[in-house]
T-cell receptor, first 115, second 110 residues
């Protein structure tokens, strides 16, 4: 079956530090890959996505590249801000069941950015 | 998320009671998904609707859980004889390969 493994948190950084959150996946088909973010007290929001190998998703200064050879989709940001403090979830959808795009999530990584 | 509303936002119930959770998506989206987020299990898929049919119910944890969708729009997730382990945030999402989530219903079973 499908699975997503992301680095355990929590991750604590100082403002303007470089961020990497590792994510690897196992899938039976050709999945699309996502990063979702959950800010404190808020709902789950789509941060970025990539739908095929070598695609790079980007949003709000965050980037992730779909690496089929290493089955990875690591999240990076060059300079984090206090406002980036949140829980980040890596996820995949595998359209092996026709139009069913159900998501499989990693366990989430709590990021805290200190001023 | 924009376009998906859920009610109630919070629900506290006693063990053994039945609860109904509602999802009201933006009109026109034929696909609808239910997930739940709990401390122990993280984010997990429950059920997928295509129109009013549920071709994938594989994530429902027990036969106490059921869901329906009417008119290709509103969906209701029902949990019978609630247990403490049902305590979680229940999330609804549409439409398909780029899913947007509702704010969720936080269920607490005492």
């Amino acid at each position: 079956g499908n699975s997503v493994t992301q680095m355990e948190g929590p991750v604590t950084l100082s403002e303007e530090a470089f961020l990497t959150i590792n994510c690897t996946y196992t899938a039976t088909g050709y999945p699309s890959l996502f990063w979702y973010v959950q800010y404190p007290g808020e709902g789950l929001q789509l941060l970025l996505k990539a739908t095929k190998a070598d695609d790079k998703g980007s949003n709000k200064g965050f980037e992730a590249t779909y690496r089929k050879e290493t089955t990875s989709f690591h999240l990076e940001k060059g300079s984090v801000q206090v406002s980036d403090s949140a829980v980040y979830f890596c996820a995949l959808s595998d359209k092996s069941g026709g139009s069913n795009y159900k998501l499989t999530f990693g366990k989430g990584t709590l990021l805290t950015v200190n001023p | 998320g924009a376009g998906v509303s859920q009610s109630p936002s919070n629900k506290v119930t006693e063990k053994g009671k039945d609860v109904e959770l509602r999802c009201d998506p933006i009109s026109g989206h034929t696909a609808l998904y239910w997930y739940r987020q709990s401390l122990g299990q993280g984010l997990e898929f429950l059920i997928y609707f295509q129109g009013n049919s549920a071709p994938d119910k594989s994530g429902l944890p027990s036969d106490r859980f059921s869901a329906e969708r009417t008119g290709g729009s509103v969906s209701t997730l029902t949990i019978q004889r609630t247990q403490q382990e049902d305590s979680a945030v229940y999330l609804c999402a549409t439409p398909g390969n780029e899913q947007f989530f509702g704010p969720g219903t936080r269920l607490t079973v005492l």
